[in-house]
C-alpha cells in the first residue's frame, strides 16, 4: 500500500489532481508543457516516489496508444509494466502487415537468391541428382517512427531458415522448399538511450529502468514464427552466378 | 567539342575506375557484432552493426572464422596470417556480422551438419566446395 514518507505538501496523491499527476512531461509535439506543479514536486520526490509517477505516465501512454487503436504497442507496454517476464509471442499476421517486416522478410531472401554458398552447391551436383540445401540469415530492422512497431519494439531481428531440397536436370535446377522466419526482440531498456514518443515527448530509458527497479515491470522476449512455401526452377549462368527468383 | 567529350569520357572512365579498384581492393576481415541500441531517426543499416575489439568477439571466432569463409562460398585471400576479402564484401557489414555469428555460436554448425548428414556428406570434407 502507498504511504508517503514525504512532508504533506508533497505527497503525489493529496497534492495533486490525477490530471497533474500524469501530466508530468505534457505534449511536446503540440509543445505544450508538462504540468509546473507536477515537475516541481517530481524533482523533489526519491528514486521511489519518482517510479511510481512514471509508472503512472507509461499508463497514460497505453491509454492513448489504445485511443490510436496501437494495441501490440499498449500490450507490449502493459506485459512490461505487468513484471511477469514471459515470453510474449506476437500475432505473425500482424507483424506481416508492417511495411518494414515485409521488407526485412524481402532481404533475406534476397540473400538466399544471392547466397554464394548455395551457387557452389548447385556446382556440384550432378545431372539427376537430389540434394538438401540448409542455411540461415538475420537481418535487424527498425520501425519507422510513424508506425507502431516503432513503440511495441525496439531493434528486432528475423532469423530466416531455408530448407531446399534441388534437383539437377541438365541445366535446370528445381528447387522446392521452405523459409521458416523466426521475428524475435528483447523488451528491454538501455541507461543511456531514449526515445521520442509521440505526445509525450523525449523519453530516457533511465526513467523505465527507475519503475522495473521499484514498480516490479521487467524484461521480456517477443517472438513469431513463419513458414513460406518456395517451388522454383532456376539455371546457372556462365558466370557461375544463378538466375533464382524466389518472390 | 571533340575535346570536351574526350574529357568528359576521360573523367568519367578514371572515376569508374577508381570505385571499381576502391570496391574490390582486399582489406582486412574484422568481426562484426551487434551495437547495443541505435537511437538516430534515420538509421542506416550498418548503423546497426560496429566492428568488435578483440576482448568483445569469443576465441571461436578466430578458430572457426576460416571453415566459415569457406563454407559460406565466400572468396579471400591470407597474407601473414590474417584474412583479407573484399572491400565491398566487409562493407556489407550485416554479412559479415552473420558470418561473425556463424562462427561464434554452434547453430550454424548444427545445421551444416545436419544438411551433411541428409545428403550424406562427410562434414568435415564438405570444404571440397572451394
Not at chain 2, 574529357?7 to 574484422?30: D, F, K, P
Not at chain 2, 548444427?110 to 556428406?121: A, F, H, P, Q, V
Request: with cysteine; proline share 2%; glycine share 6%.
Amino acid at each position: 500500500m502507498y504511504t508517503s514518507r514525504l512532508k504533506p505538501e508533497l505527497d503525489l496523491k493529496k497534492s495533486l489532481t490525477p490530471s497533474e499527476y500524469t501530466n508530468l512531461f505534457g505534449d511536446p509535439f503540440w509543445t505544450l508543457p508538462g504540468n509546473a506543479k507536477a515537475k516541481s514536486i517530481y524533482w523533489q520526490m526519491d528514486d521511489k516516489q519518482k517510479a511510481e509517477m512514471l509508472k503512472a505516465n507509461y499508463i497514460k501512454m497505453i491509454e492513448k496508444a489504445r485511443q490510436r487503436n496501437w494495441n501490440h504497442a499498449a500490450d507490449n507496454l502493459q506485459w512490461w509494466l505487468d513484471g511477469s517476464g514471459f515470453t510474449k509471442i506476437i500475432d505473425f499476421k500482424w507483424l506481416r502487415s508492417q511495411r518494414e517486416v515485409l521488407a526485412c522478410e524481402n532481404v533475406n531472401i534476397e540473400r538466399f537468391e544471392n547466397d554464394k554458398d548455395l551457387r557452389v552447391f548447385v556446382k556440384k551436383l550432378n545431372d539427376g541428382q537430389t540434394d538438401n540445401y540448409i542455411a540461415h540469415f538475420d537481418h535487424s530492422f527498425d520501425g519507422g517512427i510513424f508506425g507502431e512497431l516503432y513503440y511495441m519494439c525496439g531493434t528486432s531481428t528475423i532469423t530466416s531458415k531455408c530448407n531446399f531440397k534441388i534437383t539437377r536436370k541438365k541445366n535446370d535446377y528445381i528447387l522446392s522448399g521452405i523459409i521458416v522466419h523466426n521475428w524475435w526482440d528483447i523488451y528491454d531498456w538501455h541507461k543511456s538511450a531514449h526515445a521520442f514518443i509521440y505526445g509525450f515527448g523525449i523519453v530516457g530509458d533511465s526513467d523505465a529502468l527507475l519503475v522495473e527497479k521499484y514498480c516490479g515491470a521487467k524484461p521480456f522476449k517477443m517472438r513469431s514464427t513463419w513458414k513460406q512455401n518456395f517451388n522454383a526452377t532456376f539455371q546457372r549462368e556462365s558466370s557461375g552466378e544463378l538466375n533464382l527468383k524466389l518472390k | 567539342m571533340k575535346r570536351k567529350i574526350y574529357a568528359g569520357l576521360g573523367t568519367l572512365i578514371i572515376l569508374l575506375s577508381t570505385y571499381y579498384y576502391w570496391q574490390n581492393r582486399y582489406v582486412e576481415l574484422r568481426p562484426v557484432i551487434r551495437k547495443e541500441y541505435t537511437s538516430p531517426l534515420i538509421v542506416f543499416q550498418n548503423d546497426f552493426y560496429k566492428i568488435a575489439d578483440s576482448n568483445e568477439i569469443s576465441l571461436n571466432y578466430y578458430k572457426n572464422i576460416k571453415y566459415v569463409m569457406d563454407r559460406s562460398g565466400e572468396d579471400y585471400i591470407i597474407k601473414n596470417g590474417k584474412i583479407y576479402i573484399k572491400y565491398k564484401i566487409m562493407n556489407d557489414m550485416e554479412l559479415i556480422w552473420n558470418y561473425t555469428t556463424r562462427s561464434t555460436r554452434p547453430d550454424w554448425f548444427k545445421l551444416k551438419r545436419e544438411m551433411d548428414s541428409i545428403n550424406g556428406d562427410d562434414y568435415k570434407k564438405v570444404i571440397y566446395y572451394k
